[in-house]
């Protein structure tokens, strides 16, 4: 069983940074894929990024590549999403996730088992 908090989220102007973080509990953390997905008003939950278990794998949505940065602790039971050059359109509730011990880098949401409540991003043009 793993849970996670996200924190980090507030308010913005365009081209400002944030850090989000996924603090989670659990002893096996540090084996959990995780990920982190966004959904704004009126649409539907995507993708963000994600990281394999050892750090050493990491994936991003085309529209946050190279803006977006994931990396976690593991002694810190902690992972991180740095945001840069943020856009209006980056506005969203950021929910990070944890899929399955040892488990694949997914862009999948259903693949993800367990989830945090989220935090708010907005960004202001």
């Known amino acids: 069983q793993v849970q996670l908090v996200e924190s980090g989220g507030g308010s913005v102007q365009a081209g400002d940074s944030l850090r989000l973080s996924c603090a989670a509990s659990?002893?096996?953390?540090?084996?959990?894929?995780i990920g982190w997905f966004r959904q704004a008003p009126g649409k539907e939950r995507e993708f963000v990024s994600t990281?394999?278990?050892?750090?050493?794998?990491?994936r991003y949505a085309d529209s946050v590549k190279g803006r977006f940065t994931i990396f976690r602790d593991n002694a810190k039971n902690t992972v991180y999403l740095q945001m840069s050059s943020l856009k209006s359109e980056d506005t969203a509730v950021y929910y990070c996730?944890?899929?399955?011990?040892?488990?694949?880098?997914?862009?999948?949401?259903?693949?993800?088992?367990?989830w945090g409540q989220g935090t708010q991003v907005t960004v202001s043009s």
């Open positions: 996730a944890a899929s399955r011990p040892f488990g694949p880098s997914t862009t999948t949401a259903a693949q993800y088992n367990y």
């Open positions: 659990g002893r096996t953390f540090s084996t959990y894929t």
């Open positions: 990281i394999n278990w050892s750090g050493g794998s990491t």
